[in-house]
């Protein structure tokens, strides 16, 4: 396993699709992971430091977690099937350790939000522009197209979104303003 930091997220315009691109923290490797709507929010308002009135998902099972007494070891990217990714969770709780089965956008979301490392399985690294290597096992064959919508905080400015301004910088953006994909 190596440990990976979430380097950007964004919508590929070929798929119409929210991708989270994960980084090797040594290196230039990457996994381009296609997420759905409510995870790609989720983690782009945790890298925007948004705090909700009510908690969201993430946030809760957060909650869950540390009231129980637990704490998030890492989550795990294992492996992928038939275009599909699977992930773990490593929960301790005094000297029980207890891997959760997880979808890896609700691990890299949850993560996040507990300070967590994040590691993903060496042959699930991609080098960059090698695009070849994404090939049917991905869970897609490219990852040209993409417009971001978020980086990661060792290259975003150290500015604080409100929910309200995050919401009107997002529906405010057009294509042009993001630029395309260059592993």
């Given at each position: 396993?190596?440990?990976?930091?979430?380097?950007?997220l964004g919508?590929?315009?070929?798929?119409?699709?929210?991708?989270?691109?994960?980084?090797?923290?040594?290196?230039?490797?990457?996994?381009?992971?296609?997420?759905?709507?409510?995870?790609?929010?989720?983690?782009?308002?945790?890298?925007?430091?948004?705090?909700?009135?009510?908690?969201?998902?993430?946030?809760?099972?957060?909650?869950?977690?540390?009231?129980?007494?637990?704490?998030?070891?890492?989550?795990?990217?294992?492996?992928?099937?038939?275009?599909?990714?699977?992930?773990?969770?490593?929960?301790?709780?005094?000297?029980?350790?207890?891997?959760?089965?997880?979808?890896?956008?609700?691990?890299?979301?949850?993560?996040?939000?507990?300070g967590a490392?994040?590691?993903?399985?060496?042959?699930?690294?991609?080098?960059?522009?090698?695009?070849?290597?994404?090939?049917?096992?991905?869970?897609?064959?490219?990852?040209?197209?993409?417009?971001?919508?978020?980086?990661?905080?060792?290259?975003?400015?150290?500015?604080?979104?409100?929910?309200?301004?995050?919401?009107?910088?997002?529906?405010?953006?057009?294509?042009?303003?993001?630029?395309?994909?260059n592993p």
């Open positions: 396993m190596v440990e990976v930091f979430v380097s950007r919508l590929d315009s070929t798929t119409s699709s929210y991708v989270v691109v994960l980084q090797e923290k040594q290196g230039a490797r990457l996994l381009p992971i296609w997420i759905g709507k409510p995870e790609a929010e989720s983690i782009v308002l945790h890298m925007h430091n948004v705090k909700r009135v009510r908690p969201l998902t993430h946030d809760l099972i957060k909650s869950l977690v540390v009231g129980l007494g637990a704490q998030l070891r890492r989550a795990y990217i294992t492996r992928v099937e038939d275009r599909t990714y699977f992930a773990e969770l490593q929960l301790q709780r005094d000297d029980v350790l207890v891997n959760i089965d997880a979808r890896p956008s609700d691990s890299i979301a949850i993560a996040l939000r507990l490392p994040i590691y993903a399985a060496e042959e699930l690294l991609l080098d960059p522009g090698d695009e070849e290597a994404a090939d049917e096992e991905a869970a897609s064959p490219d990852f040209g197209g993409q417009e971001f919508l978020a980086e990661s905080a060792t290259s975003q400015s150290e500015t604080e979104l409100s929910a309200e301004q995050l919401k009107r910088y997002l529906e405010n953006l057009r294509p042009e303003d993001f630029g395309k994909f």
